[in-house]
């Protein structure tokens, strides 16, 4: 049985909004032992209970304002303005500062999402707290709202693509990654068309990056998803046929 009370400690944070200072829960890195990685780069921890992203977003109990180390350090003046009309006015004073279960950290991750939305972060921010949240839902063995999430994350992580702001906030992060998670993404989603494509251009790295094992992992991927793509088109044409 792990000591919770090793593994986790306390952080102090200051609200990015109202400047408060509070503390949140962090899980001490390299006390955990890994089970396996998914093919979207989601660590599955062998204790569930500590995987550290239940504990990546920061909720302010005295204004509701909910971030992670991503958000931009400091908020405009209308920003603010639409935090304190749109969250803190309705806020109800809550902690989720002590050990969070995934009720909770969903909870939190909804917030952080709200959030987000009113404060105009990078794409690249949203679309991690929203694949983040289709974790927190695999976890939870709930599929429908995981590939809900993940619809969202994909939408945004081409926006980032687009808009070129993938570091922003995240210094793993690189082209070929980005390329590579698009496309998986939407493989996940049944979407092959796009899968393929996505992972065409992650291939066009090939010879000229030092990520080697993106692009293995693309190859695989982009082969996995031309095969469910053939087997997909052969069971509607039965349907249809
Ligand atoms: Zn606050």
Same mark, same amino acid.
């Given at each position: 049985?792990?000591?919770?009370? +090793? ?13 408060? &200072?509070?503390?949140?829960? $962090?899980?001490?890195?390299?006390? #955990? !032992?890994?089970? @396996? ?8 921890? =062998?204790?569930?209970? #500590?995987? &550290?992203?239940? *504990?990546?977003?920061? %909720?302010? &109990? ?18 603010? =303005?639409?935090?304190?009309? +749109? ?5 109800? /004073? ?10 909770? !950290?969903?909870?939190? *991750? ?14 690249? %921010? ?5 694949? $983040?949240? !289709? ?18 994350? %994909? ?20 082209? %070929? $990654? ?7 993404? @939407?493989? $996940? ?8 494509? *996505? ?12 990520? /080697? ?15 469910? *793509? ?12």
């Amino acid at each position: 049985m792990i000591d919770l009370h +090793n593994v986790l400690y306390d952080k102090s944070v200051n609200c990015r909004h109202c400047e408060t &200072p509070f503390t949140t829960k $962090r899980v001490r890195s390299g006390s #955990l !032992a890994v089970q @396996h990685r998914d093919t979207d780069f989601c660590t599955q921890f =062998k204790d569930k209970s #500590l995987n &550290p992203i239940l *504990y990546s977003v920061h %909720v302010c &109990p005295q204004c509701g304002f909910s971030f992670t180390d991503q958000f931009y350090p400091k908020l405009t003046p209308s920003q603010a =303005k639409s935090v304190q009309k +749109n969250i803190t006015a309705k806020w109800t /004073s809550k902690h989720f500062g002590s050990f969070r279960r995934e009720e909770e !950290a969903i909870a939190c *991750y909804k917030l952080a999402i709200y959030a987000a939305a009113l404060t105009d972060q990078p794409h690249s %921010v949203k679309a991690g707290l929203y694949l $983040r949240l !289709a974790w927190l839902y695999r976890f939870a063995e709930n599929t429908a709202e995981e590939l809900r999430f993940i619809g969202m994350a %994909v939408d945004e992580y081409e926006q980032s693509y687009i808009h070129s702001d993938y570091t922003v906030g995240d210094k793993e992060m690189s082209e %070929v $990654r980005l390329l590579y998670l698009i496309g998986e993404l @939407h493989r $996940r989603l049944g979407e092959f068309d796009n899968a393929i494509r *996505y992972f065409g251009k992650a291939l066009e790295f090939r010879g000229r990056t030092m990520e /080697s094992g993106i692009i293995r992992m693309a190859q695989d991927q982009w082969q996995l998803a031309r095969e469910e *793509y053939k087997n997909k088109k052969q069971t509607l044409g039965q349907e249809t046929g």
